[in-house]
């Protein structure tokens, strides 16, 4: 992998108060590479050989039953998937697959499971993070069973002005049928919600989201802190844009 990778790497919570000696072990054992779009990653059931560090891309995480199939989070630059497996050295619960060209950092799992054994500072880390990823998803589960289809992408919409700085409109991050999919709906069904909140300060103009009237659009989305977060240290799992890391 190269030098330049490390410093990005290292500041990502789960290995910041890593020791060195620990971290340069990891890194030695990892190995970078790149994947077209579109290309299967890892497959649901399967053992869980590496941990993931996506470094330029998108991953998309997504699960099968059957005939059907749905997005549970679009990971991005700089995050890790899936931290919960590697350390459990259990089968993956979810598949992943490149939504466009991505360079990604793999980490041989038993390499981790050796670090978290070894290193105090990163065991307490892996745990912090599993914690944040677990309130993450209960989070979201609250919002899918709770929310209307349309209050649900009203609060999407809502945390995403939030998390960049209370601006006046913004580019979705992830393709809108992967936005569906999160959510827990069809891309017809998100299509006609987003329609929907134009009378609630909300346009939509190709993928760029114009915010007209952010009091009315806050009324819709209702945000509540035990279902949108965040809690006070901030979580490291942001599910949807660069989302979960962990199962």
């Not at 990005?8 to 000696?21: G, K, N, S, W, Y």
Request: hydrophobic fraction near 40%; charge should be neutral; proline fraction near 5%.
């Amino acid at each position: 992998m190269r030098d330049q990778d490390k410093p990005e790497i290292r500041e990502l919570p789960l290995f910041r108060t890593m020791a060195q000696p620990h971290f340069d072990a990891l890194m030695q054992a990892a190995y970078a590479q790149a994947f077209p779009a579109q290309l299967d990653l890892i497959h649901q059931g399967d053992s869980a050989d590496f941990l993931h560090i996506v470094m330029d891309g998108t991953v998309e995480l997504y699960a099968r039953w059957q005939d059907r199939e749905t997005t549970l989070a679009v990971v991005r630059p700089v995050s890790t998937f899936i931290l919960a497996a590697c350390i459990r050295d259990a089968p993956y619960l979810m598949s992943a697959r490149t939504v466009e060209k991505s360079s990604i950092i793999l980490v041989p799992a038993q390499d981790l499971r050796a670090a978290f054994r070894q290193d105090q500072e990163f065991a307490l880390a892996t745990i912090n993070e599993l914690a944040d990823c677990y309130r993450a998803v209960v989070r979201h589960a609250k919002g899918i069973k709770l929310r209307s289809s349309r209050e649900r992408v009203a609060a999407y919409i809502a945390r995403q002005v939030r998390m960049a700085g209370n601006t006046a409109s913004f580019v979705l991050p992830v393709e809108k049928r992967l936005l569906a999919s999160y959510l827990g709906m069809t891309p017809e069904s998100f299509s006609r919600a987003i329609k929907s909140l134009h009378d609630d300060g909300v346009t939509i103009d190709g993928t760029r989201v114009i915010i007209t009237n952010r009091a009315k659009l806050e009324k819709v989305a209702a945000p509540d802190i035990l279902m949108d977060g965040p809690d006070p240290s901030g979580e490291s799992c942001n599910a949807g844009t660069s989302d979960t890391k962990s199962e």
